[in-house]
């Protein structure tokens, strides 16, 4: 119902999209690059020596509850009922419930169990 709203709205809508026709007044200064400094670092000069990380791979055969970095560039993955335990020196320890025997278990991640919790009812 405004002339000047309805005249800014047809304005914004004729120019939506649009670029000025110069932003710059002078052109980009090319870049000081010497080919020499290219040889060593650029891709297709370095493909012989390429490798791929070393990785350990493992087959899950549960659902995966939790995935953690490990300080050793690893990754920890906590299953059904697992949870892994964050400390100041990272995901050491897990905790894990549900066992037949209503028991829970603190344990290690490299395998040692540190105590079972047991009777809990």
Do not use: C, M
């Amino acid at each position: 119902t405004d002339p000047l709203r309805k005249s800014a709205v047809k304005g914004f809508i004729n120019n939506f999209g649009q670029a000025p026709k110069q932003i710059f007044s002078r052109p980009h200064p090319a870049r000081q690059v010497a080919y020499s400094d290219l040889v060593g670092r650029t891709f297709h000069y370095n493909v012989v020596n390429l490798r791929p990380p070393p990785r350990e791979e493992r087959v899950i055969s549960s659902a995966v509850q939790q995935i953690e970095s490990a300080e050793n560039g690893g990754t920890l993955f906590a299953g059904k009922n697992k949870v892994l335990v964050p400390s100041s020196a990272g995901y050491n320890y897990y905790f894990t419930w549900g066992l037949p025997d209503n028991s829970l278990l603190l344990g290690a991640v490299d395998g040692k169990i540190v105590h079972v919790y047991v009777d809990l009812e």
